[in-house]
């Protein structure tokens, strides 16, 4: 594989203006003019850096494209099913490649990977209950408000990026982002049981003894979807095959299991002559059907939306800027952390300018809003990592490949799936709930607020010398360690009940938007500063251990690794007798010697 290196290109701009301090509130649209100067120089360089690496772009780009379809044909069915069918699978695809199309093509920061997001699924459900209850609205007129409500989004972002707000990310922390990112992850798993349950009454049609096999087959179907994707994932670690066939499967992964379980899924089914099927599989139509071209004439019924509505749209709009806010920013901000060294500078404030637009065109369309999504963006940026290089070096393994062309491509290929509905009814839902599984526990590696929770049970003193953990965990006082992770425990299970509270629930984003004043204004009073240095510090350092724990057990130290995950039990087991590397090569050389 011939070595690819990323193209230097200077940025454009004199010292004074890369060393230029943008404020909130100061400087109308100086933090947009800001971000197009230090951007548009790079331009031509993303698409040559992505074009440079040849076949070797499509690998992250698929795994990318199955990380944001796959989703989405989940939120279609819950759209399906809450919306009483006005917002569907073809509606997300649209609005999913739309934006992906326009931030990859224009954003600022290219890495971005952008979609339909669960919360603003939760967001829209309250919106239609409303719309339901009121009788100058109705169901009829559901589309038309939740077009002025996003019309009214895309104002307030107007405003907000003009302002410099996206300066203000500075005090998005890692307190803020990983409670924020375990909440989608939490959200993820609630989405994936919630289906799985569903899949016990159905078909609705059938005996209850066919619906019970359906459920049963389609949480087999999940799981092991779950448990393939991670095998696969990890083929680099193999010593079965060729380095490049591991490395096609490691990069295809969570492509080959899902294609795997798919064809599996058709080992049990419904009899011939029944009018369902199992499992239950994914019900689509083509964007051009008369169920979905309806949308198109949203903009036409604003009028019909009452003025009193129009105002009370105003609720809702300001709740979705401040998610938007929010998500956006921390999903562009976790695409660009610190430990992936990316030499390409951010955009924040161009970019949620573009959302804005991004927004008011989806609304104007009739379809759902989109925005940067968790945990896909830093997937995206980590799946770049040592692409097109030679991943046996360790340095070049860690570079990230940044360009537009891989996000440009997983858009392209969403927007392709509009018009493959007989493809996507091949797919059985319980490939959706599982991949919603494997989607959570995605997000959890880097996760420091994830790390501390299972520190409560475990054993420190188990450690083996050459093992790794955080540096916090011997930095830090015990105490202050557990109140932190308390701490954020409860202000993630508020955030997760109020999702709960009926028609409140929809006022979820403004506490999830309190996370950052309760940082930094709130934990500074209950935590020492050294503390909060290391807890909640965006640069990861590991302690390696050099000495052996008091809690390490030795007794099969002398066995293979087979016995020690089988407690000594296995049949084959033996004892090991290590031999020095130079004394292997002698007894190697001998052997030669005597044929």
Not at 40 to 64: C, E, N, R
């Amino acid at each position: 594989m011939a070595d690819t290196k990323q193209v230097s290109v200077a940025v454009a701009s004199d010292d004074a203006d890369a060393e230029e301090q943008i404020r909130c509130f100061v400087g109308l649209g100086a933090g947009i003019a800001k971000d197009v100067r230090r951007r548009w120089p790079l331009y031509v360089d993303d698409w040559k850096v992505g074009m440079s690496v040849g076949v070797h772009i499509f690998a992250p780009a698929t795994y990318i494209f199955f990380a944001s379809v796959l989703p989405a044909l989940a939120f279609g069915e819950q759209f399906r099913d809450e919306t009483l069918g006005l917002f569907s699978i073809p509606h997300i695809l649209c609005a999913t490649a739309i934006a992906g199309v326009l931030q990859s093509v224009f954003g600022g920061q290219p890495l971005l990977i952008v979609g339909v997001a669960e919360p603003i699924v939760l967001v829209y459900y309250y919106i239609f209950k409303y719309c339901e209850s009121t009788d100058a609205i109705g169901v009829e007129l559901f589309r038309p408000f939740c077009a002025w409500v996003l019309i009214l989004t895309a104002l307030m972002h107007f405003i907000l990026a003009l302002v410099n707000a996206s300066e203000y990310i500075h005090a998005f922390t890692r307190f803020s982002g990983e409670t924020f990112g375990t909440l989608i992850a939490l959200l993820f798993f609630q989405a994936a049981v919630k289906g799985l349950k569903q899949e016990f009454e159905e078909p609705h049609d059938a005996p209850i003894g066919y619906r019970t096999v359906n459920g049963v087959w389609s949480v087999f179907l999940a799981l092991a979807l779950v448990l393939l994707a991670v095998f696969l994932m990890g083929a680099r670690s193999w010593h079965v095959g060729t380095r490049t066939l591991r490395n096609f499967v490691a990069d295809y992964g969570a492509t080959i299991a899902v294609v795997i379980i798919t064809g599996v899924s058709y080992a049990v089914s419904a009899p011939s002559d029944a009018s369902w099927s199992i499992p239950t599989r994914v019900e689509c139509v083509q964007i051009y059907d008369k169920t979905v071209t309806g949308t198109w004439k949203t903009a036409s019924s604003l009028g019909d939306v009452p003025g009193a509505q129009v105002g009370v749209a105003i609720v809702p709009a300001l709740i979705i800027t401040v998610l938007f806010f929010f998500d956006h920013n921390v999903s562009a901000q976790l695409a660009q952390t610190e430990d992936f060294d990316l030499k390409k500078p951010p955009a924040y404030h161009y970019d949620f300018m573009l959302q804005g637009v991004n927004t008011l065109l989806l609304g104007l369309l009739g379809l759902p809003p989109t925005n940067g999504v968790l945990p896909q963006a830093p997937m995206h940026t980590r799946s770049l990592m040592g692409v097109g290089r030679d991943r046996s070096d360790k340095d070049a393994s860690s570079v990230v490949l940044e360009q537009r062309v891989s996000n440009f491509i997983q858009s392209s290929l969403i927007a392709v799936m509009l018009f493959a509905s007989p493809l996507v009814k091949l797919l059985p839902r319980a490939v959706l709930w599982g991949y919603f599984i494997f989607m959570a526990i995605e997000s959890f590696p880097g996760n420091q607020f994830i790390h501390r929770v299972v520190l409560f049970v475990t054993d420190l003193t188990s450690f083996r010398a050459g093992e790794t953990q955080p540096a916090y965990v011997e930095l830090v006082p015990k105490e202050d360690t557990y109140k932190f992770t308390l701490v954020q425990l409860f202000a993630l299970g508020s955030v997760y009940a109020v999702t709960w509270a009926g028609v409140y629930g929809i006022a979820f984003p403004l506490l999830i938007m309190a996370l950052v004043p309760l940082r930094q204004y709130g934990l500074i009073k209950m935590f020492p500063a050294s503390s909060l240095r290391h807890l909640d510090s965006a640069e990861d350092v590991e302690e390696v251990f050099e000495e052996e724990g008091r809690g390490v057990e030795h007794r099969n130290d002398a066995l293979s690794k087979q016995a020690s995950e089988l407690g000594g039990a296995g049949a084959f087991v033996q004892t090991m007798h290590p031999v020095p590397e130079g004394e292997m090569k002698r007894q190697k050389q001998a052997a030669a010697a005597e044929k």
